[in-house]
């Protein structure tokens, strides 16, 4: 997966509460979806009107936002299944970062593991961050600079965030959770060549 460092972008607002991930992915769609295709699904109950007819009011079917790689949501967002399909939805539609006071813990996880980098701030950053990316025009845009745990709004402020230093080092890495046990592959095969002495009858 690509590195996350800084991303400029048109930021989405979806100011909903507990967005269930069968709204981002309906089940339906996690049988015989091939992966590089479920981007067309994503969030289809509220995208399209009937199969194929696109809503007109969804806010991700208008302009500039249907360009969007940072979506504004709700808190919980994303809960209810454990489906990592739709964090395959919701990447392979464009998005690279999600912005809500929290988020469902299973997909919250799973962000981490594709790529799309998933921070918590206050409710009343969020609601401000929502107000500025409808009132800025056509250019709401948001820097998310991960290097500085930092997020810039369209007025100009900043605003810090956290990140356990694992995931933040994965990301800007291009790495998942296997990737990253890989950079420390010297030492396992120390380990392992010191344990094969120790307890060789546990490699027969």
Avoid at 88 to 110: C, D, H, T, V, Y
Avoid at 118 to 123: C, G
Avoid at 143 to 163: K, Q, Y
Wanted: with cysteine.
């Amino acid at each position: 997966m690509g590195k996350f460092t800084v991303l400029s972008s048109v930021a989405a607002p979806i100011d909903e509460k507990n967005v269930n991930t069968d709204i981002i992915i309906p089940i339906k769609r996690l049988v015989g979806t091939d992966r590089g295709t479920f981007g067309e699904f994503a969030f289809e109950p509220w995208r399209y009107l009937t199969e194929g007819v696109e809503n007109p009011d969804f806010i991700l079917n208008k302009m500039p936002y249907r360009n969007a790689e940072i979506l504004i949501a709700g808190p919980n967002f994303a809960c209810g299944s454990s489906r990592e399909g739709a964090v395959w939805a919701i990447q392979e539609f464009g998005i690279r970062a999600l912005m809500a006071p929290s988020f469902g813990g299973i997909f919250f996880n799973n962000c981490f593991q594709c790529g799309i980098l998933p921070i918590v701030l206050p409710a009343e950053i969020i609601e401000n961050f929502m107000r500025q990316a409808i009132s800025d025009g056509d250019n709401p845009k948001f820097t998310i600079d991960l290097a500085a745990n930092e997020v810039t709004a369209p007025n100009g402020d900043r605003t810090s965030f956290e990140v356990e230093p694992f995931r933040r080092d994965a990301l800007l890495n291009g790495l998942d959770d296997l990737g990253m046990t890989l950079t420390r592959r010297d030492e396992i095969d120390a380990f392992q060549a010191t344990d094969r002495e120790t307890r060789p009858w546990v490699y027969l």
